[in-house]
């Protein structure tokens, strides 16, 4: 007579226990999660549903991180936003005191940012405050830094006046139009720069020696 226990029927494999984080790595799990979402399904169709999923996490979960949508829209906006920031004060640093090398540097950035990027700037800057009033605030923070960081690379050593802080806005606005230009053939990546350039140029009244 056999003494081995019968073997069990089999049955549905338990789905692995995800690994536990603490809070803080967890939240920044779901971030990285969400950017690499925003990619794929674009900024105005992403959901923390969509995100939890991805993450192998309950919904529960992310909506502990992050209270809702607009929350969520606040961190990747300031994420991508300090990813193309760093990579403009890494050229202009790496520029030293040439003044002029570090203009074009800085155009070339602007003009070669990937394609999500530029999608980015345009929704955010053109059409996402339509879509998401509640977002206002956070929108109008983060144009002001970008406008800030410019004028103190376009105009060192000076105060940023209203007129510079307008002039630089001004110049975004045709580097975004640039964009579609781009897109479409109608200017050449090097014609676009050399245009970065003139407008950037032509609002500095004293060019820095």
Same mark, same amino acid.
């Given at each position: 007579?056999?003494?081995?226990?019968?073997?069990?029927?089999?049955?549905?494999?338990?789905?692995?226990? !995800?690994?536990?984080?603490?809070?803080?790595?967890?939240?920044?799990?779901?971030?990285?999660?969400?950017?690499?979402?925003?990619?794929?399904?674009?900024?105005?169709?992403?959901?923390?549903?969509?995100?939890?999923?991805?993450?192998?996490?309950?919904?529960?979960?992310?909506?502990?991180?992050?209270?809702?949508?607009?929350?969520?829209?606040?961190?990747?906006?300031?994420? !991508?936003?300090?990813?193309?920031?760093?990579?403009?004060?890494?050229?202009?640093?790496?520029?030293?005191?040439?003044?002029?090398?570090?203009?074009?540097?800085?155009?070339?950035?602007?003009?070669?940012?990937?394609?999500?990027?530029?999608?980015?700037?345009?929704?955010?800057?053109?059409?996402?405050?339509?879509?998401?009033?509640?977002?206002?605030?956070?929108?109008?923070?983060?144009?002001?830094?970008?406008?800030? !960081?410019?004028?103190?690379?376009?105009?060192?050593?000076?105060?940023?006046?209203?007129?510079?802080?307008?002039?630089?806005?001004?110049?975004?606005?045709?580097?975004?139009?640039?964009?579609?230009?781009?897109?479409?053939?109608?200017?050449?990546?090097?014609?676009?720069?050399?245009?970065?350039?003139?407008?950037?140029?032509?609002?500095?009244?004293?060019?820095?020696?």
């Amino acid at each position: 007579m056999s003494t081995d226990s019968p073997t069990p029927p089999d049955g549905p494999e338990m789905p692995a226990k !995800r690994p536990y984080l603490r809070s803080d790595a967890r939240r920044q799990q779901l971030l990285a999660v969400a950017l690499v979402l925003v990619d794929r399904v674009g900024l105005s169709r992403l959901t923390i549903s969509q995100v939890a999923q991805e993450a192998g996490v309950t919904r529960q979960t992310a909506y502990h991180h992050f209270n809702d949508m607009n929350d969520l829209f606040r961190e990747i906006l300031r994420a !991508r936003f300090m990813t193309m920031q760093d990579s403009v004060a890494e050229a202009i640093e790496s520029s030293g005191d040439d003044y002029l090398s570090a203009v074009r540097r800085a155009a070339e950035i602007g003009i070669d940012l990937p394609l999500r990027d530029r999608q980015l700037l345009r929704y955010v800057f053109g059409g996402l405050e339509a879509d998401r009033p509640e977002l206002k605030a956070t929108l109008h923070e983060l144009r002001g830094l970008l406008i800030l !960081r410019w004028c103190q690379f376009v105009y060192p050593n000076k105060m940023a006046t209203l007129m510079n802080r307008a002039t630089i806005w001004a110049v975004m606005n045709a580097l975004f139009g640039l964009y579609d230009l781009l897109d479409t053939g109608e200017v050449t990546r090097d014609d676009a720069v050399e245009i970065v350039m003139a407008l950037t140029l032509n609002a500095v009244e004293d060019l820095p020696r």
